[in-house]
């Protein structure tokens, strides 16, 4: 930045921001990027996936010392202190912000502490630290990513109503808690205090926990969730909320027609993107419905200089779609050529046990109308499954009959996730059920279950 003259502006320093600045910067742009908080990493490291993860962990450690009693150890009751467990969560998130100022500086990105408005197609007004400044800029990136959707005529102020920023806070362990929102996010705070001590209940507005996740793969979770003592209510909203100085009281209708008393609730319906929060119209853009600014294969908005990565483009609001869009946009606006030309972006819930899933699930085949099978292998019958702690698993893959091309996976067991990627690139590189069968997996493996499952579409099983 010389003066208020900038070359290459990012808005919002989360995963699509800060991959655009430093991409950018890589190719010998002159970066500038902007972001209210002091540190970068936006929702996703701060207040976000980094956090939630680092108490998931815990949760996972705090269950499995209680269930180690069959395999003849036994630590005694756990004990939790939330001060440290805290402490350790913001220690996480510290290294990770202090890393990625490091690399910033390594790469001569100068960060902004402030937030951006359009003025114009060339121009930003900024509200920093050190006052209101306006910057001429040749090519901006928005990276504002989205904000927890707010459920209206609900009460304000109160904190015992929290969104999942206020869930990672982990200030106290409610002893009643409700989660309104049976998506990734609700299902991952309902991991976390239900092992902690919540008697959770969780309400979805649609059929199923995990909307458009696998059917199946979603019904053995809801089994799983209910194992651990949460309560799941599916087709159920919430009409009236109604707060005490001793309870909320949630009054629903559907599935579940009562009135719920309890001692905090996590708002967890959702997310908007922040395309509404920029004057975006004096650039000459148009931020659609629920804040989403549209853009095309490349990033590029309506007008030439302006880009947009990241949760703010819409679904799938994903911290791994924005690292790549953001890869792209500062690609093309270098003069490089680049394009976001896949539709496999992997899912996870990092729940107990987690779920992941990519492509093309069962339920859109049949919606598609393409010739597909399914091939599936239970995880009952994994060797190391079993020695690992017998948790409920499944690996189901989706094949087109006529090419026998891998379209679509999903997985629900231990490192789901991790699981997942061999899955997603088979797909993207054309991979067919004979070429996973005939791939040799070390035994014994969580990952031969995709192994075992491909032999069951080929017909050369011998482990089922």
Known sequence: MSGNECDFVVIGAGPGG?????????????????????????????????????????????????ELDEWGINFGKPKLDLATMRTKKNTIVSNLTGGLKQLAKKRKVSVLVGSATFK????????????????????????????????????????????????????EIPKRLAIVGGGIIGLEMATVYSAFGSDVTIIEMAEQIAAGADIKCAKLLHKAMENHGCTVHCNTRVERVETTAKTISLTCSGAFENTLEVDAVIQAVGRRPNGDLLKAENAGLQVHAQGVIKVDGQCKTSAANVFAVGDVTGAPMLAHRATHQGKIAAEVSSGHSAFFDTDIIPAVAYTDPEMAWAGTLPHQAKAQNIDHQIS?????????????????????????????????????????????????????????????????????????????????????????
């Open 376 to 464: 599936e292998f239970p995880w009952a019958a994994s060797g190391r499954n079993l020695t690992s702690g017998a948790k409920p698993g499944l690996t189901r893959l989706v094949w087109h009959r006529p090419s026998k091309r891998l379209i679509g996976a999903s997985i629900i067991g231990a490192h789901a996730g991790e699981l997942l990627a061999e899955l997603v690139l088979a797909i993207e590189m054309g991979a067919t059920i004979d070429d996973l069968a005939l791939t040799i997996h070390a035994h014994p493996t969580l990952s031969e279950t995709t192994a075992f499952a491909a032999e069951l579409a080929a017909g050369t099983c011998t482990d089922f």
């Open 120 to 171: 114009d197609a060339n121009h930003l007004s900024v509200d920093s630290t050190d006052g209101q400044q306006t910057i001429r800029f040749k090519t901006v990136v928005i990276a504002t990513g989205s904000r927890p959707v707010v459920l209206s005529g609900w009460p304000e102020d109160d904190p015992r109503i929290m969104d999942s920023t206020g869930a990672l806070a982990l200030t």
């Open 18 to 66: 800060y991959a655009a600045a430093f991409r950018a910067a890589d190719l010998g742009r002159s970066v500038t990027l902007i972001d209210p908080r002091p540190t970068l990493g936006g929702v996703c490291l701060n207040e976000g996936c980094i956090p939630s993860k680092a108490l998931l962990h815990a949760a996972e450690a705090y269950r499995s010392a209680g």
